[in-house]
């Protein structure tokens, strides 16, 4: 099974997240931002993993500490979970409509983080949750996993369409990026190493 369990508690937040690569979409998710847990649960059911995410942090302030530190701790679980990613398909896409929002989105588990993020989301929020923090959340798990991440949200208009496609495409892009290819042998490099 690759799975983890990883915490992060700092004197802003505290956060533990469980992950199972394996699993089939289950999720448990509280941060006190009620959007961005809907906006998680889009990752663990259609990136088909399992995902707990108990997160508490300084919401008199804004969200921002609580959402980045998430992403720090998932993008350490992922690549906790990863291990030696062996027979990795390394490589994932997907291109999702949300009603008028399509947002593309493409992953590779390269081990170098990099994030190119386009999508003009403002600076609004939904809810609790700041709208540029989308944005955040992503790079920090692109720096902890190690992974290579291109978000383009294609076309949209109403707000919450817009980051859903974001984050539903991100679960399918992972979903794929991390599923086994028995024919794969070792590592899906030249490298020999991600």
């Given amino acids: 099974m690759r799975t983890a369990v990883m915490e992060r508690n700092t ?4 956060v533990q997240i469980e992950i199972n690569l394996d ?3 289950t999720y448990e ?3 006190g931002i009620g959007f961005f847990d809907h906006m998680l649960a889009q990752i663990a059911r259609h990136g088909r993993l399992d995902l707990k995410v108990h997160a508490a942090g300084d919401l008199e302030v804004d969200s921002h ?4 530190d998430v992403g720090i701790v998932l993008g350490q679980a992922l690549q906790r979970a990863l291990g030696e990613k062996q027979k990795i ?4 896409e997907a291109i999702v409509p949300m009603d008028e929002a399509l947002s593309l989105v493409a992953i590779d588990l390269s081990g170098r983080p990099f994030l190119r993020f386009r ?3 403002g600076k609004t929020r939904l809810g609790q949750f700041d709208l540029e923090m ?3 959340f992503f790079r920090a798990v692109s720096v902890q996993a190690g992974m290579n991440i291109h ?3 294609m076309d949209g208009s109403n707000l919450h369409h817009c980051c859903e496609a974001i984050f539903k495409a991100f679960g399918r892009a992972l979903a794929g990026a991390v599923s086994i290819d028995e024919r794969m042998v070792g590592i899906p490099s030249t490298k020999g190493v991600l």
Avoid: F, N, P, S
């Fill in 89 to 92: 398909c390394r490589y994932g």
């Fill in 134 to 136: 989308v944005e955040e």
């Fill in 119 to 121: 999508a003009d989301l």
């Fill in 151 to 153: 978000i383009q949200l």
């Fill in 23 to 25: 699993g089939t979409g």
């Fill in 29 to 31: 998710i509280e941060t």
């Fill in 11 to 14: 004197l802003e937040t505290k």
């Fill in 65 to 68: 500490h609580t959402v980045e």
